[in-house]
């Protein structure tokens, strides 16, 4: 009877992939997104380079985002497009997804654009941004042109903290909790 049970699971995992769930996004080789976007397409052409990026150009009614990923917060503010440029749009269309979560990241030719329904969106994929712009900058890499499509699974997430056996700095905490926003 062991081993039925043991020879179910086996089988079971086995059949996974072939579920029908989504294969996962690949990412560009140096480059870790966590959590994993739902769609990720790499694209012909130049990306970005690290620290490339120096405006910050707002999409019609959309309001410099209150908080911003450390390596975007000392973006100028301006107008204009081409190389350099970070678009934070709020809006539809393309493949802006409906979830007021998700957004929808392009980078080429030297710019980044972010576009969602809701500022919680632009607020994510600024945070992807800034890990793409981590790795390419901890890696000495540019960042390939692509195109992300993401949003959440669920609308609750949480995360738990042990203060009791890690007691650690404030500062800490802080940094944690804006990260994991």
Do not use: C, N
């Amino acid at each position: 009877m062991k081993h039925a049970h043991a020879f179910t699971l086996v089988l079971a995992i086995a059949l996974l992939p072939a579920a029908g769930l989504p294969p996962a996004a690949v990412e560009p080789e140096g480059f870790e997104i966590l959590p994993q976007p739902k769609r990720l397409k790499l694209a012909d052409g130049p990306g970005l380079a690290a620290g490339g990026l120096h405006t910050l150009v707002l999409g019609e009614g959309t309001a410099r985002p209150v908080v911003l990923p450390p390596l975007l917060e000392h973006l100028s503010t301006g107008m204009g497009t081409g190389q350099g440029v970070l678009v934070l749009a709020l809006g539809g269309g393309g493949e802006t997804p409906e979830h007021p979560e998700g957004y929808e990241l392009t980078v080429a030719d030297g710019s980044v654009r972010i576009t969602s329904r809701g500022e919680a969106g632009l607020f994510y994929g600024a945070q992807t941004l800034q890990q793409l712009l981590e790795d390419a900058r901890d890696r000495s890499i540019d960042i390939p042109a692509l195109h992300i499509v993401d949003w959440p699974e669920i609308d609750y997430r949480a995360v738990h903290f042990d203060v009791k056996h890690h007691l650690d700095r404030m500062e800490y905490y802080y940094d944690a909790v804006d990260r994991l926003a």
